[in-house]
């Protein structure tokens, strides 16, 4: 199992361009999630997903859009990005009982926006 | 919100050095994980740990959930260790399953 992949590592965007940021999982996890870190701190719940079609925001949600089409793929979208997103990208996903929901993240993706 | 404290937020060891790093949260969990970030911003699963004691070579931890603190225990530290601790909490209260409350880390730097 690859696990939990990211695409791309690293990315440079000017104020106003979008782009898309990939995640992908092969182990049949039904939820999947998007943070950030910022320097110096811990990870912040962007948006996530418990199954294809069911998305919802979390702590962080302004600027970003997601989908998820298919149990394995889970994209994050930047509308227009803003020097505020500058910051690292994990994606992460979780599956098993509702007592056991350990969470595996992503390489991460490396966003700078200038 | 739930909040998660980590202490000491920083930790420098010479090798060979034991060390006992605390997380502290305000509510119930019913998910608790603690990570390890490396110098290459790689996340690490090291134990998921909601209440109890596990093992895992030079690395334990435990959990008293009734009193609201997890303890990790890293034992015969070596150069490797260094990177960033982070403890991350469920609480049930927040209706996702999904959402990892993260602390702010505890930087450990280990040296020769």
């Known amino acids: 199992n ?3 992949t990211q695409t791309p590592k690293f990315q440079v965007l000017k104020t106003g361009q979008s782009m898309t940021l990939q995640c992908a999982q092969d182990m049949n996890h039904e939820y999947m999630s998007w ?13 996530y997903s418990v199954g294809a079609g069911i998305t919802d925001q979390g702590e962080v949600p302004n600027g970003y859009n997601v989908s998820r089409s298919t149990t394995e793929d889970f994209p994050l979208r930047l509308l227009s990005a803003a020097p505020s997103q500058t910051s690292v990208y994990f994606c992460a996903s979780s599956s098993g009982t509702p007592r056991r929901r350990e969470q595996f993240f992503g390489p991460g993706t490396r966003l700078t926006v200038l | ?3 998660v404290e980590q202490s000491p937020p920083d930790l420098i060891l010479q090798e060979g050095a ?3 790093l605390r997380c502290n ?3 119930s969990v019913n998910n608790l994980q603690w990570f390890h970030q490396n110098p290459w911003g790689q996340l690490i699963n ?12 030079r ?3 435990t959990t008293v959930a009734t009193e609201r603190y997890s303890l990790l225990y890293i034992s015969s530290s070596q150069t ?11 609480t049930p209260k927040t209706g996702t399953a999904s959402k990892l409350t993260f602390g702010t880390g505890t930087r450990l730097q280990v040296t020769l």
């Open chain 2, 59 to 61: 690395l334990s931890a």
């Open chain 2, 1 to 3: 919100g739930i909040q």
């Open chain 1, 35 to 47: 943070y950030r870190q910022d320097p110096g701190m811990g990870l912040r719940l962007i948006h």
């Open chain 2, 80 to 90: 490797t260790d260094s990177g960033v601790y982070f403890c991350a909490v469920r």
């Open chain 1, 2 to 4: 690859a696990g939990v």
């Open chain 2, 46 to 57: 090291l134990f998921y740990i909601p209440s109890g004691t596990k093992q895992n070579g």
């Open chain 2, 18 to 20: 034991n060390s006992t």
């Open chain 2, 25 to 27: 949260f305000s509510d």
